[in-house]
């Protein structure tokens, strides 16, 4: 019979650097999910969408690096085996969305966002901590978080041109996501986070979003 491998913390921390390399200089593991944009042909786009919508994609490609993040350091600190596994499994499927951003930056002729070492480092230590406060209040900050993505997804949509099939395909099954990891997250326990800590974390966002969108 053959047993599931235990890592020790040096383990977890040197998987955590592989996957810190591959987030921001390649892409990390995904799952078996298909793109949801290769269902629609490329719209057109006038130059002025098409830079936007680009804009929109980095920001949200940047978000999803943070994720990553978030998602690596509440794993490596983790106490629970079980919300371990849950971090990690939905840590890949938001790899996918990673790799989705990146496909869809390309085709719309953007780059990704210079600052994405700085944002990978600081959400990793915010994930780490919360991963130290206890399962609880860890879970109740993937929570939280995934509701402020999926919030902000929601304005995306508004922002998008209706003829932008691809993209917002793409950002229909973030979005989808984003609910499930929540529900996921708060069904395991997770804790409400205090008032200030929830606009502590909208105003962080909000920075990240402004500069993603220029840098």
Known sequence: MRHARHFTPADRLLIGLDQAVRTIFGRPPVTERPNPADSFSEPELSDAQRRHAGRLMRINHT???????????????????????????????????????????????????????IWYAGSFTMGAAAGLAGDRWSLGFVVETERQVESHLEGHLRQLPPEDTKTRALIHQMKAD??????????????????AVRLAMRATAKVMTRTAYWI
């Open 63 to 117: 978000g999803e690096v943070c994720a990553q993040a978030l998602y690596q350091g509440q794993a490596l600190t983790a106490r629970l085996d079980d919300v371990r596994r849950a971090m990690e499994r939905s840590a890949r499927e938001e790899a996918d969305h990673l790799a989705w951003c990146e496909t869809r930056l390309q085709e719309l002729g953007e780059r990704k966002s210079l600052l994405n070492p």
């Open 178 to 195: 984003e609910i499930h990891h929540a529900q996921l997250a708060k069904g395991a326990g997770g804790a409400e986070l205090p008032a």
